[in-house]
């Protein structure tokens, strides 16, 4: 079992800058392709941001592209997300998941291709 933890959320205004933060404890997360999903009140869950286990590849959802940067430390079993150029529409609470990579990745947009949540950490981005 993996358990996360995010944290780094609060209220930012338009153009501001957050970093979200995701600590992992039970298993080393080495093994685990990590990715952020974000959901606003009425929408579905989107994808934002996955980082594959080694941290070589990122890939990002086409309405963060530019603004956001995934990235991880293993050593810390940790991993970030720096949002900057903040937008209202970018207001949402954002997850942190993992998928052990070793067994297979699926979609990686796909919510449902990972396996461990956290509680979530909310973002709101005043215009």
């Known amino acids: 079992q993996v358990q996360l933890v995010e944290s780094g959320g609060g209220l930012v205004q338009t153009g501001g800058s957050l970093r979200l933060s995701c600590a992992a404890s039970?298993?080393?997360?080495?093994?685990?392709?990590m990715g952020w999903f974000r959901q606003a009140p009425g929408e579905e869950r989107e994808f934002v941001a996955a980082?594959?286990?080694?941290?070589?590849?990122?890939y990002y959802g086409d309405s963060v592209k530019g603004r956001f940067t995934i990235s991880r430390d293993n050593a810390k079993n940790t991993v970030y997300l720096q949002m900057n150029s903040l937008k209202p529409q970018d207001t949402a609470v954002y997850y942190c998941?993992?998928?052990?990579?070793?067994?297979?990745?699926?979609?990686?947009?796909?919510?449902?291709?990972?396996?461990?949540w956290g509680q979530g950490t909310q973002v709101t981005v005043s215009s």
């Open positions: 980082v594959s286990r080694s941290g070589g590849w990122t």
């Open positions: 998941a993992a998928v052990d990579q070793i067994k297979g990745w699926g979609t990686r947009e796909n919510w449902a291709s990972y396996d461990y």
């Open positions: 039970g298993r080393t997360i080495s093994n685990y392709a």
